[in-house]
């Protein structure tokens, strides 16, 4: 029902900066029906965690701890995209980053069992 496609992954040196994209599109998706869209990312061996998520009204956003600071996640509703803008990045920022969305009104959008849909990622690799 809804497609999420990221973009903007790759391989930067350690100071560097990158842009992901992910744009929510579906033959019978409404941006209106999504409450909240984020990033997660999974590093080697470690599990997926949460990096950043915001609502499509009103622009609330959430940080992990690690990242704030240095990524800005924001949207474009108008063209049911969100992005998020890293910069300082680091080695250990090396993850696949994954997009996800929920329809949920629940906050608690560091949680990755609020969301609904998720892409298939993008590759962020960060060299020392």
């Known amino acids: 029902q809804v497609q999420l496609v990221e973009s903007g992954g790759g391989l930067v040196q350690a100071g560097g900066s990158l842009r992901l994209s992910c744009r929510a599109s579906?033959?019978?998706?409404?941006?209106?029906?999504?409450?909240?869209m984020g990033w997660f990312r999974q590093a080697p061996g470690k599990e997926r965690e949460f990096v950043a998520a915001?609502?499509?009204?009103?622009?609330?956003?959430d940080y992990e701890d690690s990242v704030k600071g240095r990524f800005t996640i924001f949207r474009d509703n108008a063209k049911s995209t969100v992005f998020l803008q890293m910069n300082s990045l680091q080695p250990e920022d090396t993850a696949v980053y994954y997009c996800?969305?929920?329809?949920?009104?629940?906050?608690?959008?560091?949680?990755?069992?609020?969301?609904?849909?998720w892409g298939q990622g993008t590759q962020v690799t960060v060299s020392s």
């Open positions: 579906g033959r019978t998706f409404s941006f209106y029906a999504i409450y909240a």
């Open positions: 996800a969305a929920t329809k949920s009104s629940s906050r608690w959008l560091d949680n990755e069992g609020r969301y609904d849909y």
């Open positions: 915001i609502t499509r009204i009103g622009g609330a956003t």
